[in-house]
């Protein structure tokens, strides 16, 4: 019998070795993929490898972020709850990937839990000397503190205390990284819903300096939703010149991004300027048009203000 077992050890050994040298393959495979920004390629090669390995918590998680990017939020949700299911207490990260894609409430739970998670890494990294990691710590506590922030702000906002919050969230923020661009646009979005205009305008010339001094490109460039939203705060503070020279700034980096092409045709419209609106909400259009519809607010506002454009007369010269 104690043969037995033995063998029974050595195969399963041995297909264990199998499987990983399947799984370095594939993870490999998934990789290329991204390199060359053909992120459903790379999922189908992490299904592969969650197959071979359901239990791996790392794949699972790596699968989740991959199917984030491509706006697959059920499958991202199925994901990271199999890998809280098995490692609960593991990787922040995922906890707050979920909570992304969760409202209200239930966000506000995945939220705490993955803040809980990220002191536990920050105490860790600076027991261990680590200077780099503790330093992206800071950065991701930043960021998690701006997110409960417009939790606070949006789905939770009729809730007691919620303009305390956002305050001690930021002020919490601040200390992680003050020189985070994001935590200056919520500063300014709090300020703007407090009525302080004065102050919003300060803080969101802030962002944008912050941002603009961060070359493209660098992990702590902020993101174009992120920027985006730089952009709909100088419009909201009536600061429309400085907003369309940001808004050309940004299609110089993607010229594909709707959100950019949206604002930029607001601008003009609010200027009257109903020929360049036009020719901003048409190259939106042709974007949905070639590339789907994913995001159906989204899609549906892009129409709106261009038929709104077209009421006023815009395009009336490409007749």
Known sequence: RGWTLWQEEQQNMAAAGANAAKIEKLIAHANECVARYDIEAAIKFYEKAVQLEPLDTNLLDAAGELCIEVGRSADAIDLF??????????????????????AGHE???HFNKGME????ELAEAAQKEDAEGHAKLQGRICHGYCSMTELY????C?????????EEFLTKAQGHKDDSP??????ANLRLCQCRPDDARKFTYKAVSLSNKVEEGHPNKPSLEVRTGMMKLLIELEQLDEAEEFGNGLLEVDD???????????IHFNRQDYSNAHQCTASALRILEAEGVEDEEQASKIQ?????????GGGEEMQ
């Open 117 to 120: 998670l990220m002191y536990r």
């Open 81 to 102: 709850g199999r890998s809280i299911q098995l490692k609960p207490d593991e990787n922040s990260c995922k906890y707050m990937n979920l909570g992304q894609l969760m």
């Open 304 to 312: 709106e203000l261009h038929e709104e454009i077209e009421k006023n």
């Open 256 to 266: 594909q991004y709707l959100e950019t092409w949206y604002l930029l045709a607001l």
């Open 153 to 156: 702000m949006t789905d939770l």
């Open 182 to 187: 994001e935590l200056w646009v919520q500063w």
């Open 158 to 166: 009729d809730e007691e205390g919620a303009e305390q919050k956002c």
């Open 107 to 109: 966000c506000l739970a």
